[in-house]
């Protein structure tokens, strides 16, 4: 009986990754949040560790159970997910990947008191205003020698993918069809497609760990083939 031993070849590497939904406040008691469970941003956290590397997990409320040797730091609003990003990632990190479903939007005045029904009226206005964007935010400090986004799309996958890729300097993007239901949010199995400046890669469907450890290898073989 032979074991085969995980090839610890991201030993002195620090990867931080970040996973699953921002929940944006609204009062005291309701927030603006998505589906995303947070699977895929643990499954990566949990083959970087295997394979060596100091992992820094920022995710936001799932239900997920922390994965063992990996530093988690929980948050809540894209706000929170920036700031913790920004505060493990003063030494530049070896690579970053965003993972996490944030919120797009968060409320311009979060009132700090619950919001009453106005009894002549049927209707309510929120006004919100942007999340930053951390991952652009993160490439532009060049926190991370390598950054990899995800790209959620219901259409157009990889050519909205694609966009994204340039748009936010990134040497990676991983595109998920969210339109399917049998994968991506809130599914044990994923299908993707991986993009860089010059190649695509459409590894089969798999389950999230499967899949997980298959996408840390290419991102791996690419920071050891391309100058940062
Ligand atoms: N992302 C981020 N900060 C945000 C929004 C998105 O860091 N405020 C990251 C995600 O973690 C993901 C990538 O950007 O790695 C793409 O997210 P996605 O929602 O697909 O793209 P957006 O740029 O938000 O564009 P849109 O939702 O309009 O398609
Ligand atoms: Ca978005």
């Not at 990632?89 to 993972?99: E, L, N, P, S, W």
């Not at 991506?184 to 997980?212: C, H, M, R, Y």
């Amino acid at each position: 009986f032979e074991q085969t031993a995980i090839k610890q070849d991201l030993t002195g590497q620090h990867w931080v990754i970040t996973a699953g939904p921002t929940m944006e406040a609204i009062d005291p008691v309701r927030y603006i949040s998505n589906h995303s469970s947070g699977k895929m941003g643990y499954a990566l956290a949990t083959a970087a560790q295997a394979r060596g590397a100091s992992v820094t997990l920022i995710s936001g409320p799932v239900q997920c159970a922390a994965p063992h040797g990996v530093n988690l730091v929980s948050v809540k609003s894209a706000d929170e997910m920036l700031a913790a990003c920004e505060s493990n990632m003063t030494q530049q990190a070896d690579v970053f990947i965003g993972a996490a479903a944030v919120a797009d939007f968060k409320m311009k005045t979060a009132t700090d008191q619950k919001m009453k029904k106005q009894s002549d009226s049927d209707e309510i206005q929120l006004t919100l205003v942007k999340n930053p964007d951390i991952i652009a935010t993160l490439t532009q400090k060049k926190r991370a020698k390598y950054m990899v986004g995800f790209a959620a799309e219901t259409q157009k996958v990889v050519e909205y993918a694609k966009g994204k890729l340039v748009k936010k300097g990134l040497d990676i993007i991983i595109a998920n069809d969210v339109s399917r239901t049998d994968i991506g949010f809130n599914q044990d199995q994923n299908q993707v497609t991986v993009i860089t400046k010059d190649n695509t890669w459409s590894p089969s469907k798999a389950a999230k760990k499967e899949l997980a450890t298959q996408l840390v290898s290419f991102i791996y073989e690419y920071t050891a083939s391309t100058p940062s």
